[in-house]
Every structure is written in structure tokens, then in C-alpha cells.
Nanobody, 123 residues
Framework: QVQLVESGGGVVQTGGSLRLSCAASGGTFNSYAMGWFRQAPGKEREFVAAISRTGGDTYYTDSVKGRFTISRDNAKNTVYLQMNSLKPEDTAIYYC????????????????WGQGTQVTVSS
């Protein structure tokens, strides 16, 4: 029903920047809150950031506050994650996800998921 496709991952040096994109198709994009999660090898999936349906409310995990910015362009059915001042511990596969209504930080509450995009930060 709802398809999400992440892009923009890659390999960067410590202190570098990347902007991830998540393009949505199907459904009504502005009906969904959007979230970004990440998972490193051998680690549990971790919440990163979320944004409300209109983009007026955002939430970040403490480790990325001040470095990452989530945004959305409802006209383009796309959500972004701007990542600055990247650190090696940011290395992970990044997934976008969507759910109806309000922002939540629990992965199980998100109904739709993309395939992920790899972010590698080298030291």
C-alpha cells in the first residue's frame, strides 16, 4: 500500500555531512508522521528522529540533537534527514518509516518501512 524508498547513504569522513531522502508512494503522504531509525551490525534498531504530518513538530534522540535535522516536503512526498558532524558511531543502516497520526519513538508503532540505506562514517 505505502512504499518507502531511502536514498542518499554513502561513505563519509568523520565530521562530514549526508542528506538522506525517503520517497513515499501510495497512501496520502500528509496523513503520516514519519520517522528515521538506524541499526548497526549486532545492535538493536534505534530511534533517530521523527516529524509530524505537517512538519511542525520534530523529535530527536539525544545523541543526534544539534547535528541532525529532519524535514519533509509534502508536495514531493519526501522526508529528509540532514546529518552533519557525522561520527563513526553514526554508522548504520538507516530506515525511514511511517505511521498515521502522531509522532512516536517505538519502532513497533510504525506500519510501513523502507529497505534502508547504508551510512558509513570512517575515522
Amino acid at each position: 500500500q505505502v512504499q518507502l524508498v531511502e536514498s542518499g547513504g554513502g561513505v563519509v569522513q568523520t565530521g562530514g555531512s549526508l542528506r538522506l531522502s525517503c520517497a513515499a508512494s501510495g497512501g496520502t503522504f500528509n496523513s503520516y508522521a514519519m520517522g528515521w531509525f538506524r541499526q548497526a551490525p549486532g545492535k538493536e534498531r534505534e530511534f533517530v528522529a521523527a516529524i509530524s504530518r505537517t512538519g511542525g513538530d520534530t523529535y530527536y534522540t539525544d545523541s543526534v540533537k544539534g547535528r541532525f535535522t529532519i524535514s519533509r516536503d509534502n508536495a514531493k512526498n519526501t522526508v529528509y534527514l540532514q546529518m552533519n558532524s557525522l561520527k563513526p558511531e553514526d554508522t548504520a543502516i538507516y530506515y525511514c518509516a511511517s505511521r498515521l497520526w502522531a509522532i512516536v519513538v517505538v519502532a513497533e508503532e510504525y506500519a510501513y518501512w523502507g529497505q534502508g540505506t547504508q551510512v558509513t562514517v570512517s575515522s
